[in-house]
């Protein structure tokens, strides 16, 4: 089973040289720790961001300079700055090549929730709603299965929704799948350790295996 | 040069009323306007709907109006660092219009540029898209729903940069100029805080963010405490 870090280590890989990607909150920002040497990739960060880089040292803190996880950051050589709405503008007209982002649920048709749970939880989209109905590639980071045990890939989504099919690809704890066309989470890889039973019994939705499922190499 | 200044928070918002819409500038933390929010909680206006991605912290930046229930109605992209929001918007106390954030961020824009409306993608098959128009446009080969969004109408901007001339130029500093500049182009009276307020022809008309035109009034902030919602470090 993979943990926080392993998710975004295995995301890691699907990031290609020349991509500008976006990252979420929560484990998307881990992706950066892991993107190998020798990729090329500009990180835009909605709040206006393009090239940034890692966290400032001790003391070098910008109250300027922030992401939209609003923790403290510095920017690359060559980073740019620019508002809100340019910023999602670059999303809009889909120059923005990749986002990777945190879900709550993801249905088999490749709807996406994760802003909101009725009476509970209400902290707002923020911009998760604009990346998700423009980006052509999104990758979504999760845990499959909740503290309950119960499944988080389901075959219609419970919570209100973020986006609708649009999801392409999710990795989690257990595996990596592909939403297919038709509807369905197809199983590309198993984490490792993790048998195609376990998965089947993680995955409310449909699951589409076909032939010899490899353990990913992470 | 037509001049903009005006002495402080306290001459800028004068004439500020309860009732009314205000667009407040930057995102999280980051390049709020800090002085007229302390302005505002001062004169006490109330029934307030503002227009502002974030609702601050608990005991600073927009949280500073809702700690005294001077805003009737919240409209934001994201709202989660704020338990005082969040129980007033449970116990239904504040009215919460959640709007995701690059629309939120076009609706000032086509504010500024005199568009009433404008198609976007986000949010169609949502909360969002209930009550709203939704359109099949063809647009680049492809074929899709948009919903279509207002551009906002507000009384005032309210927003913050780094330097600004005494003709109303801005400039603003690193990631500070996040929502400051859309609405800077947006309200039907701008009010700029700067950090710096110099003389015409001080500033490179090149390096100009906001023209001078979008600005009613201009002065500098008294000081800024300007506060780090999120340090991260990392060890040197």
């Known amino acids: 089973m993979l943990d926080k870090n392993g998710i975004a280590k295995r995301i890691a890989q699907e990031v290609k040289d020349g991509m500008y ?4 909150i929560g484990i998307p920002t881990l992706v950066a720790n892991y993107i190998p ?17 890692p966290f400032p040292f001790e003391g070098d803190e910008d109250a300027d300079l922030i992401n939209a996880g609003k923790q ?8 740019s700055i620019f508002d809100s709405a340019t910023s999602f503008g670059m999303i809009r007209a889909q120059r923005v090549n990749l986002t990777i982002l945190g879900a709550m649920e993801v249905s088999e048709n490749g709807d996406i ?11 707002g989209m923020g911009g998760a709603m604009d990346l998700v109905a423009s980006a052509k590639n999104i990758i979504v980071a999760m845990q499959q299965v909740n503290k309950a045990g119960q499944s988080k890939l389901l075959s219609k989504c419970e919570l209100p929704l973020t986006g609708v099919k649009c999801v392409k690809k999710i990795v989690t704890e257990l595996g990596v799948y592909e939403i297919v066309p038709n509807g369905g989470f197809k199983l590309l890889e198993r984490a490792p350790g993790i048998s195609v039973e376990q998965i089947k019994n993680a995955t409310a939705g449909k699951l589409i295996i076909e032939g010899e499922i490899k353990e990913m190499s992470i | ?29 980051c390049g709020i306007p800090e002085n007229s929010i302390a302005q505002l909680v001062k004169m006490g206006v109330n029934n307030l ?21 001077q805003i009737k109605k919240m409209i934001a992209s994201y709202v989660g660092e704020n338990d005082e929001f969040e129980r007033q918007m449970l116990s239904g106390e504040l009215e919460v219009e959640l709007v ?8 000032c824009m086509m504010a500024g540029y005199g568009i009433p409306f404008f198609p976007t993608p986000a949010g169609v098959g949502t909360e969002v898209a209930i009550g709203k128009e939704v359109r099949s446009i063809t647009f680049r080969g492809e074929t899709k729903d948009y919903l279509i969004e207002n551009a906002f109408e507000s009384d005032f901007a309210i927003v913050k940069a780094w330097k600004g001339d005494t003709a109303g130029n801005l400039i603003y500093r690193q990631t500070a100029r996040n929502f400051n500049l859309p609405m800077a182009m947006a309200g039907k009276i701008t009010i700029a805080e700067v950090e710096e307020l110099v003389e015409v022809g001080e500033l490179n008309p090149d390096h100009i963010h906001t023209p001078g035109i979008f600005v009613n009034r201009v002065f500098k902030g008294e000081k800024y405490e300007k506060r780090i919602e999120q340090r991260t470090v990392r060890k040197k």
């Open chain 1, 113 to 123: 929730a994760n802003w909101k749970i009725p009476g509970k939880m209400v902290k």
């Open chain 2, 100 to 107: 995701p954030q690059g629309t939120l961020a076009t609706r």
């Open chain 2, 49 to 69: 709907t503002c227009i502002s991605n974030n609702a601050g912290v608990d005991d600073f930046g927009l949280g500073l109006l809702l700690q005294t229930k």
């Open chain 1, 21 to 24: 990607v976006n990252l979420g």
């Open chain 2, 1 to 29: 040069m037509i001049n903009k200044v005006v002495k402080n928070a306290e001459e800028a918002l004068k004439d500020v009323k309860s009732g009314m819409t205000l667009m407040v500038g930057g995102f999280g933390l």
């Open chain 1, 37 to 53: 040497e020798g990729i090329n990739v500009e990180l835009q960060s909605e709040n206006g961001i393009l090239g940034m880089g």
């Open chain 1, 72 to 79: 403290t950051i510095t920017l690359l050589k060559g980073a």
